[in-house]
């Protein structure tokens, strides 16, 4: 059957092998041999593979779930590997570069070990006990073996190909947390205005925490946000943009308020009078002092100015936390970090916002005794627009994007089809998807320096969303592909899962797939939901960036495979309709060299899932490829 694997490059590469070490074949020790199907290339072109094995996560409800006992996981692996070395701080570490995964999956480094055992031999008794691994979560061991680098441990790879995809669906969703999700209320004072008032730094604000409400929810927290936008103008941008926020007619009541500030305030200085809409204003400092400066307030907070206008926002945070449970499960449990009434408040502002933030902060404190003691700051730093001549608005930012992106599209397709209407919603989904990468790809404390030329929607480059959009698009083709001629016959159907042979995975970049995409995702689905609660003091902290990341390598690991992998080979039935010109067409379709379909399980969740947050892309999409 399958020949010596075809080695790749690094990671995103795809130079020649000479002089590398090629990776070990693993006997499929768990399984046997007999009756597996092997699904033979087609003996008209006999170098190509016809194994359709990774199209499983894409039919994924033939899958008998139940073959597998329970869900690998990075975590629960890591977890038992420490514990076998006994007492101590954490020593392994997953390996994730393609050249360290040829010869091992985890290693504990030698520096790291002789601080553990000193300068004598890790015990045999240890080493036993790492290659005997068992327990829930934990991979199937193959070898553990010291090296110069340190000790060394490999998976059965052939049994977590069968674990993986056999419950591919399992590795779709994050992590159980270890407690349930706390009471969130996410406040974005950004959408109080109209979008042709929002600054890019306060798009920025508003993505983030609309990413942040996605994560929180399917990692099972309630979540909450506020405000409920009133401008008319607001929800058709949100709604744009694929932010789902809610929207109110009605501003929030304020008497109750209005009566305790009222009684806190102020005289105007010199006996004068106020200006229309302010009712005084309000010393902070002992509150400041109260919470201590520690905690991060800016020192320089003294006085607040109490107008009509923030005793209304005070007043729909203060209902948000007192009525509703918010959009998650049930009877949620609170947090540690949440407050007595169970309630965590994130104010997600840009670094302009900050200052007027902590003032609100205070005040709700001075005035509410019942206000929430967790409240947290997840401050968004500046964006800078390279060689942009003066500020650019949210709206005018989109429009741009857009117009770049039916500008490539007219390029490469023809003006035709830039102007049917068919595809004015594709083009809307793909300017959005290209924004909210740019906006969420840098940790949002940090600044964002923005390229606004045409070529920053090129699919060339492989750092942007544009890249991540058409290696999906790839993978729509193929699948529609695959389905099509199925129904045409000239595929057979996929087979029972429990027939497959897994030990003919042995191309690096399938195990490179499987063990640096799926196999992790769930973790990963769970740390951009770590809202960073654990930190003392005002800021909280998110890191948007890592799914984006994460996006950015399984694509470059991908197309690495899919440019060096035929995936879908001539079949017998196609061969005898050589003489139609159907035929010739069906085989120039599926013989050049898509994507290998058996990294297909894997690569699927681009699609599916991580990328639902930045656009949904639809099938449609893929002629964009």
């Known amino acids: 059957m399958p020949g010596p694997s075809r080695a790749g490059g690094p990671r995103g590469g795809s130079a020649g092998t000479e002089g590398r070490e090629r990776p070990p074949r693993f006997p499929p020790a768990h399984l046997s041999a007999q009756g597996r199907h092997r699904i033979h290339a087609p003996a008209s072109r006999p170098s190509r593979k016809l194994d359709l094995l990774t199209l499983c996560f894409r039919f994924r409800w033939l899958l008998p779930v139940a073959m597998a006992t329970g869900r690998l996981g990075v975590r629960e692996t890591l977890g038992a590997l420490n514990t076998a070395l006994g007492s101590g701080d954490p020593v392994w570490f997953k390996e994730t570069r393609a050249r360290h995964l040829r010869a091992r999956d985890f290693l504990a480094p030698r520096p790291a070990l002789q601080a553990r055992f000193g300068d004598e031999q ?21 070898r553990c073996a010291p090296t110069p680098a340190g000790l060394a441990l490999q998976l059965q790879r052939p049994a977590v190909f069968e674990r993986v995809l056999g419950a591919v669906a ?87 308020l209005r009566s305790l500030a009222l009684a806190e305030l102020s005289p105007a200085p010199d006996g004068g009078a106020l200006p229309p809409g ?23 907070l003294d006085k607040c100015l109490v107008t009509e206008d923030l005793l209304c926002v005070l007043a729909e945070l203060q209902e948000a936390v007192r009525h509703g449970p918010g959009d998650g499960p049930p009877g949620l449990a609170a947090a540690p970090d949440a407050d007595e009434g169970g309630c965590m408040v994130v104010h997600v502002v840009s670094c302009e916002e900050e200052f007027q933030q902590q003032k609100l902060d205070l005040l709700w404190w001075k005035l509410d005794a019942q206000a929430p003691l967790t409240q947290r700051h997840l401050v968004c730093g500046p964006v800078k627009v390279a060689g942009a001549p003066g500020a650019l608005t949210a709206p005018e930012y989109y429009e741009l994007r857009h117009a770049q992106v039916c500008k490539a599209s007219a390029l490469k397709h023809g003006r035709e089809l830039a102007r049917d209407p068919a595809w004015t919603e594709v083009f809307s989904v793909l300017s959005v998807a290209t924004i909210k990468f740019e906006m969420l790809s840098t940790a949002p404390q940090s600044q964002l320096l923005l390229a606004l030329s045409d070529g920053s929607v090129s699919t060339k480059g492989t750092k942007s969303g544009t890249f991540v959009m058409y290696n999906c698009a790839r993978l729509a083709t193929l699948f529609e592909g695959y389905q099509h001629s199925v129904e045409q016959g000239l595929y057979p159907t996929f087979p029972p899962v429990s027939s497959l042979d897994f030990s003919l995975l042995q191309d690096e970049g399938e195990w490179l797939l499987l063990f640096n995409g799926v196999l992790p995702f769930p973790d990963l689905l769970s740390q951009t939901a770590a809202l960073a609660c654990v930190a003392p003091g005002l800021h909280a902290t998110a890191r948007t960036e890592t799914m984006c990341k994460f996006l950015v390598q399984l694509s470059m690991d991908f197309s690495s495979y899919y440019n060096r992998v035929h995936i879908l080979g001539v079949s ?21 060299p898509l994507l290998s379909s058996r990294s297909l399980d894997h690569t699927y969740l681009v699609k599916c899932l991580p990328v639902s947050s930045f656009c949904g892309l639809c099938v449609k999409c893929s002629t964009l490829a």
């Open 278 to 300: 302010v009712l005084g204003t309000v010393c902070l400092k002992e509150v400041m002092q109260e919470r201590g400066r520690a905690a991060g307030y800016d020192p320089n």
């Open 122 to 142: 890790v015990p045999e008794r240890v080493v036993r006990a790492v290659a005997g691994l068992q327990g829930p979560g934990v991979a199937p061991v193959l």
């Open 572 to 592: 017998t039935q196609q061969r005898g309709r050589g003489a139609c010109r159907g035929a010739r067409e069906a085989e120039e379709e599926t013989s050049r």
């Open 170 to 256: 399992a590795y779709a969703a994050p992590a159980a947390p270890a407690a349930p999700g706390p009471r969130v209320l996410l406040h974005c004072p950004a959408l109080r205005g109209a979008p042709g008032a929002l600054r890019l730094s306060q798009l920025r604000a508003v993505l983030v925490a609309d990413h942040l409400a996605r994560a929180l929810r399917a990692h099972g927290a309630s979540v909450r946000l506020v405000p409920a936008v009133r401008d008319p103008h607001m929800p058709t941008f949100l709604q744009q943009l694929r932010v789902d926020w809610p929207a109110a007619s009605e501003r929030a009541a304020t008497e109750a």
